[in-house]
Nanobody, 120 residues
Framework: QVQLVESGGGLVPAGGSLRLSCAAS????????MGWYRQAPGKQRELVAA???????NYADSVKGRFTISRDNAKNTVYLQMRSLKPEDTGVYYC??????????????WGQGTQVTVSS
């Protein structure tokens, strides 16, 4: 069993910053990519940022230059540093991990989500 637990969400005024964390635990052989997604009310879940086990990153155009994704492989943890937050960044942020549990068995796991609200 694998679990991903997010933390760090909250209410912040526009222009502020937040740092999200996501820790993976359980029967983990290795972790390929990890990423952050968000879902705003009435909208589909969208990719915000992702990082491979080699450190390659990609970002949604809307967050480039403002958000930074990083990971600590020793702690099986991924972070999302968010700066210059805008009201349109509001939503539930989910962590996803593509995790090898045994041999070549690889699955996608999701966290429970953490609410980020940016007030105008």
């Amino acid at each position: 069993q694998v679990q991903l637990v997010e933390s760090g969400g909250g209410l912040v005024p526009a222009g502020g910053s937040l740092r999200l964390s996501c820790a993976a635990s359980g029967s983990i052989f290795s972790i390929n990519s990890m990423g952050w997604y968000r879902q705003a009310p009435g909208k589909q879940r969208e990719l915000v940022a992702a990082i491979t086990n080699g450190g390659s990153t990609n970002y949604a155009d809307s967050v480039k230059g403002r958000f930074t994704i990083s990971r600590d492989n020793a702690k099986n943890t991924v972070y999302l540093q968010m700066r210059s937050l805008k009201p349109e960044d509001t939503g539930v942020y989910y962590c996803k991990g593509t995790i090898v549990v045994r041999g070549t068995l690889t699955y996608d796991y999701w966290g429970q989500g953490t609410q980020v609200t940016v007030s105008s």
